[in-house]
């Protein structure tokens, strides 16, 4: 080629190529980490030179992108690039892309002109990232850029040749074993090819001066991602920008545009390019030259990309990422600190799957709990579907599914996700007497309950009776787990958090300092459960009844509001920092919402008393009793003494067994001769 004859030299820019890991990393962290956080985040990619012909010259994101330690994957080159995560598509078209692409190229220039990128030649090869992710639908609208240095204003490209055409076949081999043994010096990307008597050698980019005194030829070389013949890849751009910076003398230029790929179950580098260049002259400047560097998108125009993700994901792994998304928002501006690990862990057991249970299971769902196991022994019938929300028509059909089965069943449609389980049951209760023959399969329904509780960590008692609740109160108590119990009226209702039992020294360390404020609050392991407020024990309530007083006749949308309130109460006592301990205060005035009765999600009662006909609400809270039926001393004490034979004996006998063992017998004694005697003075004054 003649001297007058030229041409300018072009490059074969990046294609970004980011696989699935990158955009499931980018999600967490922007769930997790960055929330509403715009600045720039730091992020590591690489490149290959050793791409099949046909290949795109690609710059590779994957999982490993936000690690610090940004180790590229063996014979590959790292790169280091800026993230620009934006909150909103409108941010994402708006923001000013040339002054993001200007400020990643003066990092660069900065580098070449401090000298640093002689010392470290990988800070040559940079990338810009500008995204917005769409988190509901997983969508990702980004940008990328690769940072190209217009240094110096002319590079004539003089002449071209193959590997094999500059060098002989023995030479060739040793060059390969050179690269090998020298792969150190190469790790960058860049280095130089010093040639002596004979004998080629590889060395860091920071010889090159001196090198190309003193040997008989000197060559400039890059690990060239370029698959095109006859036209090196991008990251000659910047390179070629650091020699007319730093050596502005030199003009005749070498380069090797080294790849070396395997072909046919062969390595191959005499595809290799040698370029003869010959640069211009350049006045040194301490200003940033011209940047260029976006990329074009699929239809070869300046434009962003899209990944669309919700196509590509299993559908399970689409709703596990979806279903927490509510969750996690919440965590960006309203509630920092809270504990979402914590709930998600907590397993419930669901005692009553219906109306109550349904709609308690769905609560639970969304505030991501993934343990969730009902227990009932009834039957879809033909007025559930309609009350009880996990429940349609053909759940009715023939006798009917088991309750908790169908449930269970229902909840694992919503969100596959969940482990769901759903238990046939009988649970015995007191008053209703059990025969000789039935003894054994009662004692196993026990067995397998306290297996239950032994499971799990929070107990829902949403059964339809009083009696029904007592077994699971006294295994609560007895097991140390948070009870919570919900009832219903026509028009009211009533939530309790039963008081979590403790040992002595357990208590004096929860509620040290709570003592003199008693009137205000009540520390967790001194409040009643469900039964403490009863001065007779629990019986056959069933006993002659007629239809409307054997079902629970009330309002259709009250069982709605109690679902989400108990639910909502126990969320608060688990992001309380005593947890079931947690103390109750016995009022909503604003004077008593202190840090010692508060959860990062405000009070946590001890009841929730609520009369529909007048929308209003009462927060009470008492004492445990020392005589209750279910959960006093006692009662505990003769439990776990006795195990099946106490409760056996409870349930043939709960009025005259309960009342004499907790002392009740002798408080109702006392109450009637009371009243004796206050007759007998009034009788004593008539005339």
Known sequence: MDENEWQPLQFVPFTSALDG???????????????????????????????SAGIPSTLNLELSAFDESGDAPKHCFGTRGTLHLLNTLDAFKNVDKKQLLEEEGAKVWQNIKNRTALENPTLLSRFLLVAFADLKKYHYYYWFAFPALCYPATCRWMKTQLLNEYFTAEQIVRLQDAYDTSHCVCTSGYFVLAQKDGVITFHHLREFKELYKSSDAVLLGFSDPSTIDGYPGWPLRNLLALVSACWSDIRDLTVVCFRDRVKDTRREITHSL????????????????????????????????????????????LAESSVSLNLKLMRWRLLPSLDLEQISRTRCLLLGAGTLGCNVARCLLGWGVRTITLVDNSRVSYSNPVRQSLFVFEDCIGDGKNKATAAAEALKRIYPGVNAQGVSLTIPMPGHPVSASAVEQVKQDVQQLEELFDQHDVVFLLLDTREGRWLPTVLGASKRKLIMNAALGFDTYMIVRHGMKCSSADAAAIDTGL??????AIPGSQLGCYFCNDVVAPGDSTKDRTLDQQCTVSRPGMSMMVSALIV???????????????????SARDAHLTAEVTSVLGLVPHQIRGFLSRFYHLMPSSFAFDKCTACSPMVLSEYEAKGFDFLLKVFNEPNSYLEDLTG????????????????????????
């Open 21 to 51: 890991g990158f955009w499931h990393a980018l999600t967490q962290k922007k769930l997790e980490v960055y929330k509403l956080d715009e600045t720039p985040k730091d992020l590591n990619g690489f490149y290959s030179n050793s791409n």
């Open 274 to 317: 040698v370029l003869q260049l010959q640069l211009s002259a350049t006045e040194p400047s301490d200003s940033c030259p011209k940047v260029v560097g976006w990329e074009k998108n699929e239809r070869q125009k300046l434009g962003p990309r899209v990944a669309n993700l919700s196509s590509s994901m299993d559908p399970a792994k």
């Open 515 to 520: 003592k003199g404020s008693l009137g205000e």
């Open 664 to 687: 009740l017998t002798q408080l109702h004694q006392q109450s009637h001769e009371l009243d004796v005697w206050e007759l007998s003075d009034d009788d004593s004054l008539s005339p």
């Open 568 to 586: 909502e109460l126990m969320v608060s006592v688990l992001q309380h920092p005593d947890g079931a301990y947690a103390t109750a205060d016995t």
